[in-house]
């Protein structure tokens, strides 16, 4: 197994602890998206995700944490507007 099949599933099975129970007990998960695997694309994301559901979205940034949020569907919005700020103190 991959150190990133490996890093997924260590994740998933801490986000599932957290999940609903219905959802908690799910005997399968499949991996829909991945930047490493799909390339770095908004609409790639919400294409691959069309039709599926529940859905977990995890983030993981530049220092390895992960955050993550449960979706019951993920659409394509009619305008995306992405704003990063970089606080400095």
């Given at each position: 197994?991959?150190?990133?099949?490996?890093l997924f599933a260590?994740?998933?099975?801490?986000?599932r602890l957290e999940l609903p129970?219905?959802?908690r007990?799910?005997?399968k998960w499949?991996?829909?998206y991945s930047s490493d695997q799909h390339g770095i694309s908004m609409t790639t994301?919400?294409?691959?995700?069309k039709?599926?559901?529940?859905?977990?979205?995890?983030i993981k940034d530049t220092t390895d944490a992960v955050s993550w949020a449960l979706h019951n569907a993920?659409?394509?919005p009619q305008k995306i507007t992405i704003k990063l700020a970089n606080i400095v103190s």
């Open positions: 197994m991959s150190s990133r099949l490996t260590i994740h998933a099975s801490q986000i129970r219905k959802l007990n799910a005997t499949s991996l829909v994301l919400y294409h691959r995700c039709g599926k559901g529940p859905v977990v979205l995890a993920i659409q394509l």
